[in-house]
């Protein structure tokens, strides 16, 4: 299988203040990797898909503006929350797309915003 | 979009016990994975199976495609195996990329 890393493990920041997400997929080259959200007992929803050398695709009700993600390299791609508010607050999970299918999932980031 | 259903939401066993765990989805699929989501958090990869029957060890699972639906079983249940179980899926014609997921089952395994 694919191994996918995250940083920060743990963010807690103002309101107000932007954060920054990075995904790597430490052993092969992903052109796409995706961003989930997932609330305290809930789900995971998908936020958006990243493809490297263009731009995100966002679902439906998430914003763009205030979620940036860029996809720079085949390794690495990164989310950005603007202007982060307490309702920001979740645990921010990606992963990659291997051989074919298969999705493999980072180890989640988890942001407090106070 | 795709709908995906997971039954029961919370399953409390004994240790030893057997279950079977069973995800609807409303479309067709090309991918189904079945996910254990331990206490950090951290999403384990179960099985890709959009059809046919695997194996791992006490785990199991089986997709009958046409009839949209997975099954997931685990055999003498380990308190280890606590935790929350995810199926996700992902529909060709669906639009999205990424995977759907369900609510998830909500295991606890009692020593």
């Known amino acids: ?13 103002k ?12 052993d092969f080259q992903a052109t796409t990797m995706f961003w989930y959200r997932q609330f305290p007992k809930q789900s995971l929803m998908l936020m958006a898909t990243s493809n490297e050398g263009s731009k995100a695709t966002y679902e439906q009700g998430v914003e763009k503006d205030k979620f940036l993600i860029n996809h720079a390299s085949l390794t690495l791609s990164t989310l950005t929350v603007t202007s982060a508010h307490p309702e920001d607050s979740s645990f921010y999970i990606c992963s990659t797309r291997f051989a074919g299918e298969t999705q493999y999932f980072g180890p989640g980031t988890r942001l407090l915003v106070l | 979009g795709i709908q995906v259903e997971q039954s029961p939401p919370d399953l409390i066993l004994q ?29 384990i990869n179960l099985f890709y199976i959009p059809s046919g029957t695997k194996q791992n060890g006490r785990l199991s699972a089986t997709t009958v ?13 380990q308190t280890t195996d606590s ?25 606890i395994i009692q020593p």
Do not use: M
Not at chain 2, 18 to 39: E, G, I, K
Not at chain 2, 65 to 77: G, K
């Open chain 2, 83 to 107: 935790g929350v179980y995810f199926c996700a899926v992902r529909s060709p014609g669906g639009g999205a990329d990424g995977l759907t997921f369900g609510k998830g089952t909500h295991l």
């Open chain 1, 15 to 26: 309101s107000g203040t932007s954060v920054k997400i990075e995904c790597r997929s430490l």
């Open chain 2, 65 to 77: 495609a046409t009839e949209r639906y997975s099954l997931l079983y685990i055999s003498s249940s």
């Open chain 2, 15 to 43: 240790e030893g016990a057997n279950s079977t765990l069973r995800c609807n989805f409303s479309d067709s699929v090309n991918n189904l994975q079945w996910f254990h989501q331990n206490p950090w958090g951290q999403l």
């Open chain 1, 1 to 13: 299988g694919a191994v996918v890393s995250q940083h920060p493990s743990w963010v807690i920041c």
